[in-house]
Each structure stands twice: as C-alpha cells, then as structure tokens.
C-alpha cells in the first residue's frame, strides 16, 4: 500500500507539476531516470548513499522549502559523522544533481546546492606518502604468497599483483579470456554485486577494452591452475577463471585474503590496494632498470605505457602514482648544479 501510494503521488506530481514538490518524490523520479541513463551498479552505490545520507534529512520537505540554511545544517551533520572527503563531495553531487533534476523537469528556479559549493577540507592533517596510498613490495607479496597452499587462491592473488586489474574485472574473467598462445588476458567486462540483482556483467569502468600481458611467473601458475580445473569432467571454457561456473563473491575473496596475510605476518591491504602495489612494483623495477641502463627516467612515457595497462587516463596515472618517483628531483639538481 506504501508503494502504491508513493506511485499515485508521483504520477500526480508530474500531472500537474504543483509548485509545492515533496523532495522525496522528486527524488525517486531522478533515480528512476538515472538507472535508465546511467550503469546500473553506478545509480545503484548513488542510490544507497542517498538513503543513508540525503534522505532521512530531507524526505519530510518539499523542494521549495529547503534553504541555504537547511543545506549548511545537513552539511555539518554529515561532518559530525566522521565521513571522508571524496564521500562528502559524492553526496554533494548526488543532491546537487537532483536540485538540477528538478530545475529542468518541475520549474525549480535556483540550485542552492550548487550555490553553496563542494565540501573543503581543512588540510591541518599532516600525511605521511605511506598514509596517502598504501601498497605491498615484493618481498612482502613473496612472504605473503608462500603461506597459500590453496591453487585457486594463490592463483588469484597472483593475478590481483601482477597484472593490477580491479576485483570486478578478475571476477568477471573466463578462460575464454585468456589468450594462452600471446600471454594475453583480454579485459572487456567487469563484474558487479551492487545491483538490485544478485550480480550483473557489464562493460568496463570506463567502457574500453584493453589487453595485459602476462608475466612468465603468473603464465607458468595460470597454467598449472588451469590444468588442475580442466581435470572436472564437465569443465567448460566459458567457465569463471575464479569459481568455476559460479564467479568468486567479494566476501569470500576478502575472507581469504585477511586470513593469509595474518599467517603471513603482513600488514594486511585492501584488494584494490593490491592494483596499487603493482603500479609500485614497476616504478620500482623501471627506476632500477633505467639506473642499470644509464638510461634517463622518462615519467611521460611510463604512464603512458601505465594507462592503457591500467584502464585509467594519464592525468589519473599521474596524480595517484607521480609522487613515487623518488628520483624525480634528482633531474632538478642536476640542472642546478650546472648553473
């Protein structure tokens, strides 16, 4: 009965187009509208911060009532909370967005949202780099890998290391995704729960495809684990990679990862920390190589190289990674040694 009645006030919301418009409800048409536009696990993580965050402060107004005043005092009970600033500004943008869905579709006259602004931060805390992006070397992966005696297992963290792809793109994978012949794993599709349905395939993030070659110690494993799964008697290519014919939940995955990184006596990371350790990884490797080489350091070239591996634009690369680099302003000094 609830939602019937929420569906009469919608339809007579839009009928008539009152100039008194229930917050809520205006709300509920900007969602519906999105999950038609948008990537559905996109709307769907939008959705649920609206109805944990936005809502409850705002569900009892109608759109017209809500001041500048009324804007400042959600703003700083969602500060009270603790939450972080990327979080902050994400709720911004989710409410600023439906003051803007009401401007186009219901005559509201200014988005106050906007007017107002993003949520700033007060830069008092001082951050180490270690705290700004977290990772793992190679020696702590080494230690924390021979402690897995599960081939699945080990085969998966291996991959999450070495290849630096996001969770949902490693759960989404099949053997038919992997090019054995070119040391290939093709990426065309992630895998998401944050769905109104148990899960859902979709493109990519960022809806391109890319291809990642493989290292000689994740091929030599990926075959070994591929030879083990092959041996069931209904093994089918289309198969999941992780799970076989049902793909590898994010609560199983994380489950095993906390338990074997406290066997191993490592720090524990989050997966997609497990992305950044890789990127890490080759920094490391190429400032190596390149000192080796007495070759010039070329950071352009590098996150070149790094985006198309990594699914992410150079400006993303370089932002989130630049300031591992720690031979950078050796470049400078050189210039000015030579004044």
Known sequence: KKEALEEEALFIMKR????????????????????????????????????V???????????????????????????????????????????????????????????????????ESKNEEIKKDSEKIRYITLEEFNKFISVIDNS???????????????????????????????????????????TKEEFKITSTKNNQNRKVKMNNLLYNQLVEYKNEVSKYSDFKEKWFVFGNTRFLPDTTITRYKNYYFKLSGIKAITIHEFRHSHVSLLINEYIKNSKEKNVKIDTAKFFLIMSNRMGHTINVMQTTYMHLFPTIQDEIIDILNNL
């Open 16 to 51: 008539d187009n009152p100039i008194s418009k229930p917050f809520s409800l205006i709300a509920k048409a900007y969602f519906i509208e999105m999950y038609k536009k948008r990537k559905e696990s996109t709307v769907y993580c939008y959705e649920n911060a609206y109805n």
């Open 53 to 119: 965050n936005i809502k409850p402060y705002f569900e009892h107004f109608n759109i017209k009532d809500i001041n500048i005043s009324t804007i400042k005092n959600w703003r700083l009970e969602m500060e009270k909370k603790g939450l972080k600033l990327n979080y902050l500004n994400k709720l911004y943008v989710i409410l600023k967005s439906i003051f803007n869905y009401a401007i186009v579709n219901y005559g509201l006259g200014i988005n106050i949202v906007q007017q107002i602004g993003p949520f």
């Open 152 to 194: 699945m297992y080990k085969t998966l963290f291996m991959f999450l290391y070495y290849t630096g792809m996001r969770k949902g793109e490693v759960q989404a994978l099949t053997w038919n995704d992997i090019d054995f012949n070119n040391s290939e794993i093709i990426v065309n599709k992630t895998l998401s729960t944050k």
